[in-house]
């Protein structure tokens, strides 16, 4: 499992104009079983997202596709963890 760190670096109104591609990256991944939620930090300085993937070099390679990386608008910290403690709705999803 991994937590996705997003931090932007550029204004909000370019994130803004990459948004859109963003959450169409987001949503093929979802649609994959990758990503389990994601959203935008409060204040907006960036956003969090929780993924599984088999590896660290796995999830480089996915977020290397979104398009806040490939703009050049955003940074990304990616910490591996395991599970120990989950809610029992998400064994499925951890376990798949």
């Known amino acids: 499992m991994f937590a996705v ?3 932007y670096k ?3 109104e370019e994130i803004e104009l990459h948004t859109p ?7 093929r991944y979802y649609e994959q079983g990758v990503l389990l939620i ?3 930090q409060n204040p907006p300085e960036g956003g969090v997202i929780l ?3 088999e590896s660290r070099a796995r ?4 977020f290397a596709e979104d398009p806040f990386q490939t703009e050049g608008v ?8 395991t599970p120990t403690k989950f809610q029992p709705f998400l064994a499925e999803w951890l376990n798949a």
């Not at 999830?59 to 996915?62: A, H, R, T, Y």
């Open 5 to 7: 760190i997003v931090k």
């Open 10 to 12: 550029k204004s909000m």
């Open 21 to 27: 591609a963003h959450r169409a990256f987001l949503d």
């Open 38 to 40: 994601s959203g935008r």
């Open 51 to 53: 993924a599984k993937a």
């Open 59 to 62: 999830v480089l390679e996915i």
């Open 74 to 81: 955003a940074d990304y910290e990616i910490y591996e963890f």
